[in-house]
């Protein structure tokens, strides 16, 4: 079992920056891969960004691509993610998550991959 808890929301301007962060509980995070997703009032949940048990290879959304970075830190069971140039279509719950594994190519970005879900973190982007 592992519990994940997301923190870094905020308000900020158009063209500011955030840093998300998502703590988990236990001493196998370095065994899950990790992700982010978000979700927009009266949308569907969507893939952001994701990255490999030993952070070595990240994925990320075109829509993101070049301003979100995610990293992860196995020592201190956190990961994370930067957020540059932010938009107000980036408006959203933030959530990250934990999959035991990751497929094959593509399997990253799909909902269904991940096993725990945190509570999520508000991102309020105003122009």
């Known amino acids: 079992q592992v519990q994940l808890v997301e923190s870094g929301g905020g308000l900020v301007q158009a063209g500011g920056s955030l840093r998300l962060s998502c703590a988990a509980s236990g001493r196998t995070f370095s065994s899950y891969a990790m992700g982010w997703f978000r979700q927009a009032p009266g949308k569907e949940r969507e893939f952001v960004a994701a990255i490999s048990r030993g952070g070595s290879n990240t994925y990320y959304a075109d829509s993101v691509k070049g301003r979100f970075t995610i990293s992860r830190d196995n020592a201190k069971n956190t990961v994370y993610l930067q957020m540059n140039g932010l938009k107000p279509d980036d408006t959203a719950v933030y959530y990250c998550?934990?999959?035991?594994?990751?497929?094959?190519?593509?399997?990253?970005?799909?909902?269904?991959?991940?096993?725990?879900w945190g509570q999520g973190t508000q991102v309020t982007v105003s122009s």
């Open positions: 998550a934990a999959a035991r594994a990751f497929g094959v190519a593509g399997t990253e970005t799909a909902f269904s991959t991940y096993n725990y």
